[in-house]
């Protein structure tokens, strides 16, 4: 009984214990995967320009075509050129967002330069 209670048993216990207390905690404080990928789909929404056409898919297989008007902490609106319609859009339900390969609007012109030949 004395070996089971030695020192060296104790210390591996208490080590063993801390180890799991402090996986358990940081298990906790990690952010979901949907969240994760919301917090994506935001970043990338706010990089593009207003105007320019984009192409959004979401989870339930479905796509849309049109431009975002506002972002929001947690959705954002759109404008749909199908419909003609603003929809507002959770990012937790988008699955990818793609530029368009036209421009709508003034101002929104591509930035292809036309080669000159000799």
């Not at 089971?4 to 952010?31: D, P």
Request: proline letters at 1%; hydrophobic letters at 35%; charged letters at 20%.
């Amino acid at each position: 009984m004395r070996k089971f209670f030695g020192s060296r048993t104790l210390l591996c216990l208490a080590v063993v214990l801390a180890i799991l207390a402090c996986g358990s905690m940081c298990q906790a404080s990690s952010v979901s995967k949907a969240e994760k990928h919301a917090q994506k789909i935001q970043k990338k929404l706010a990089h593009f320009k207003s105007g320019t056409l984009l192409h959004v898919s979401f989870n339930d297989n479905t796509e849309c075509t049109g431009t975002v008007n506002t972002l929001a902490d947690t959705s954002f609106t759109f404008n749909n050129t199908e419909t003609n319609a603003k929809e507002t859009h959770n990012y937790s339900d988008v699955s990818d967002v793609e530029k368009g390969k036209q421009y709508i609007g003034q101002g929104s012109v591509t930035k292809h330069r036309v080669p000159f030949g000799k």
